[in-house]
């Protein structure tokens, strides 16, 4: 059956064309994934389809799970091949649900298999994909190459090597390569086992003694240009919602010094430490030129007895609803006041904070020393749980609504999988399919150049311009419609 048309998710014959000719053939700079760096150094070849489509794959555990797949064919000790013909047997319950689109574009993709997936063709599918992935050209490289992947940006802690990285910049693979500066552990002072255990690695990798606060900064100020000397342009925080309180660095030092000797700090102490070095690191950023990126609004590991069996990143989070617009607002402005704000891209994971997000940013767009950035504050892509077709909508809505739609930097993955590329094309087809569904009924003008380049802009050129990112050489062209 082939599901996967050249119309997908086209509904009106002006989508169709602002697609084909705006959008598909749009190369793709991904800048925020969670792919392994060393799977893109080593090449990795995947030995069968589970490896490729399903193995950290926390989405489709979810899924599994909903459907009374028992947790050993999720996350267990059975074989590949067990866990994916119990992926299978669930597909088909996925109806309206993203994955069953994802999945279906998946195989279309990569392998050209119109089939759809389910008990009966699962054997088949598992035959032909396997000896497809066993000599042909989808390894890790092979993959960002056949879908046109200029940049790929991965997500790095602070005490990262970069090694990996540096192996790939220094071949001529057609892409480049960039980290993520995410110090997202250096604010866990509700956990001293954990904190200290990374401090301690940040000592090492710094060759820095950390006996003090101060100490710990200066550690923190080396690995941030230890990683822009790397060709780092971007950092990332995930966080519930944004801190702001305020705290003196003397008092950040008294809350340090507490969780080093191992008490853990207050919820009441670790807002105020927090608030102290998200205002760090963003006079960090700003003064390397850096783009931030904010994710809020996850409320993660809500299923404890899970959590301590699986670990953390396994299917168990929740979309959270704190207030958000106050907290975000603040911290913004703090960074303002000091002269400090970066470029800031800022993702939602609650579709009630939608537009709470969208009119935030049009209150920091610019300022005196750097006005002439365009977009300076960006209201990231949909996030996790509203990425998919309504989400997008809701996004895209939210922000023309109350912003510059023409100066969206667009989609990422954000994903572990070297599967999740279609994720690029699914959003352009639902942009495509907006815009030119607006045109036909006469909401906007049916000039498709105009909206045409407004659509390239968004699918590859604005986030090129707006994040100083030097894209990889043109790769060959790749057969892989995005």
Known sequence: MNFITDNFLLHSKTARRLYESYAASQPILDYHSHLSPSDVAQDRRFRNLFEIALEGDHYKWRAMRANGVPERYCTGEVSPKEKFLAWARTVPYTIR???????????????????????????????????????????????????????????????????????????????????????????????????????????AVSNTGISDFVAFLRALELRHKFFHDNGCRLSDHGLPHCYAKPCSETRAASIFAKVWS???????????????????????????????????????????????????????????????????????????????????????????????????????????HDASIAGKIQFGSAWWFLDQKHGIEWQLNSLSATGLLSRFIGMVTDSRSFMSFPRHEYFRRVLCNLLGGEMERGDLPSDEPLIGSVIQNICFNNARDYLGLEPGPKSQAGTARV
């Open 97 to 203: 649900n993203p994955l069953y689109h994802w999945t279906h574009l998946e195989l279309k993709r990569y392998f050209e298999m119109d089939e759809l997936l389910d008990e009966q063709t699962a054997e088949a599918i598992w035959e032909r994909t396997n000896s497809i992935l066993s000599s042909g050209d989808l390894t890790a490289r092979g993959i960002l190459r056949k879908f046109r992947v200029r940049v790929l940006c991965t997500t790095d802690d602070p005490c990262d090597s970069l090694q990996h990285h540096l192996t790939v910049n220094g071949s001529d693979c057609g892409f480049r390569m960039y980290p993520t500066f995410r110090p997202d552990r250096s604010l866990q002072v509700s956990a001293p086992d954990a904190f200290n255990s990374w401090v301690e690695r940040l000592q």
């Open 262 to 368: 191992g008490v853990a700090a207050s919820p009441e102490e670790h807002d105020e430490f927090a608030s102290f070095m998200m205002l760090f690191f963003g006079h960090l950023d700003s003064a390397k030129n850096w783009t931030k990126q904010l994710h809020l609004g996850a409320l993660r590991n809500v299923n404890m007895r899970r959590q301590h069996e699986l670990g953390s990143d396994t299917g168990f989070d929740s979309i959270g609803d704190w207030p958000q617009a106050k907290a975000l607002n603040e911290y913004l402005n703090l960074l303002e006041s000091e002269n400090a704000l970066p470029r800031t891209i800022i993702y939602n994971n609650n579709p009630a904070d939608n537009y709470t997000f969208a009119t935030a940013i049009g209150s920091f767009q610019g300022s005196s």
